[in-house]
Nanobody, 129 residues
Framework: QVQLVESGGGLVQAGGSLRLSCAASGRLANSYFNSYSMGWFRQAPGKEREFVATIDWSGTTTYYADSVKGRFTISRDNARKTVYLQMNSLKPEDTAVYLC??????????????????WGPGTQVTVSS
């Protein structure tokens, strides 16, 4: 099993920054975290869960939603079994619950939410105008 726990959310003014972390634990994470794709998604009230960013198993390949490209950066530390999302120039429309996800079967990184096997409970990000 894999447990994912996000942290780092909060309330910030527009134009500000936050850094989210997602720590993985559990038997499968201890052995295989460095082979997983990891992704960040977000869900605002009344909206579907949408893709934000993904990173491949090695940390060398990343993809971003157009809405966050140039403002957000995803990274990972396999030794710490942690993935990060640095969010800069935040906008009110970035307000959502941010969730991290792990894909145990495909290591290249992708945006298909149905392909992820494990999810964290999420952390709230609120951007005030």
């Amino acid at each position: 099993q894999v447990q994912l726990v996000e942290s780092g959310g909060g309330l910030v003014q527009a134009g500000g920054s936050l850094r989210l972390s997602c720590a993985a634990s559990g038997r499968l994470a201890n052995s295989y975290f460095n082979s997983y794709s990891m992704g960040w998604f977000r869900q605002a009230p009344g909206k579907e869960r949408e893709f934000v960013a993904t990173i491949d198993w090695s940390g060398t390949t990343t993809y971003y939603a157009d809405s966050v490209k140039g403002r957000f950066t995803i990274s990972r530390d396999n030794a710490r079994k942690t993935v990060y999302l640095q969010m800069n120039s935040l906008k009110p429309e970035d307000t959502a619950v941010y969730l991290c996800a792990a894909d145990l079967h495909y290591g290249a990184g992708h945006s298909n939410r149905d392909g992820y096997d494990y999810w964290g409970p999420g952390t709230q990000v609120t951007v005030s105008s």
